[in-house]
T-cell receptor, first 115, second 113 residues
């Protein structure tokens, strides 16, 4: 089966600019996650979708970050305006459902550098 | 609150030697436990998971992990490492209450030739 697809792989922008990342989960996976992974740290969950609804966005900095999954399939994560501390790898993951017995499958991530 | 500690930031092992990566967790009930591996420039791949039953869990690529409730640990082991095992390894704990994973900070494995 095809894995989780993310684009772009790399992005370099200046602070205060905007940026968007795209994720296409594994076909049939209802649950989609966006994580932020800062260098030297484990992933931090930003937002979790179940189909096209938000399950948890408690750690999403909503003043600058937004995410959507309008048709319950692919998803976009946007940052506007970007800050220096947003430099990180943004990982998308999907699972068949949101139970703990459903493993999360990860894309290769988007590495964001803020100048 | 749930938490995961991986005490070793990096570990260096000779090729062919055995490996043990440590993971300690804090959680009130029986947790769901996971080990993931991340190669440079790639996403995370699931190595193995523990939900219940046999406390010794076998995973992919020759890895195994043992759940020890008394020590709140879930250490990852491999009897003989290969150069291709060089990567970063993450332990994670999950709960039924919110279906989310709490991640450790990772251990970087370096293989000496």
């Amino acid at each position: 089966e095809a894995g989780v697809a993310q684009s772009p792989r790399y992005k370099i922008i200046e602070k205060r600019q905007s940026v968007a990342f795209w994720c296409n989960p594994i076909s049939g996976h209802a649950t989609l996650y966006w994580y932020q992974q800062i260098l030297g740290q484990g992933p931090k969950l930003l937002i979790q979708f179940q189909n096209n609804g938000v399950v948890d966005d408690s750690q999403l900095p909503k003043d600058r970050f937004s995410a959507e999954r309008l048709k319950g399939v692919d998803s976009t994560l946007k940052i506007q305006p970007a800050k220096l501390e947003d430099s990180a790898v943004y990982l998308c993951a999907s699972s068949l459902d949101n139970g703990m017995n459903q493993p999360q499958h990860f894309g290769d991530g988007t590495r964001l550098s803020i100048l | 609150a749930q938490s995961v500690t991986q005490p070793d930031i990096h570990i260096t092992v000779s090729e062919g030697a055995s490996l043990e990566l440590r993971c300690n967790y804090s959680y009130g009930a029986t947790p769901y436990l996971f080990w993931y591996v991340q190669s440079p420039g790639q996403g995370l791949q699931l190595l193995l998971k523990y939900f219940s039953g046999d406390t010794l869990v076998q995973g992919i690529k020759g890895f195994e992990a043992e759940f020890k409730r008394s020590q709140s640990s879930f250490n990852l082991r491999k009897p003989s490492v290969h150069w291709s095992d060089a990567a970063e390894y993450f332990c994670a704990v999950g709960a039924d209450s919110n279906y989310q994973l709490i991640w450790g900070a990772g251990t970087k494995l370096i293989i000496k030739p």
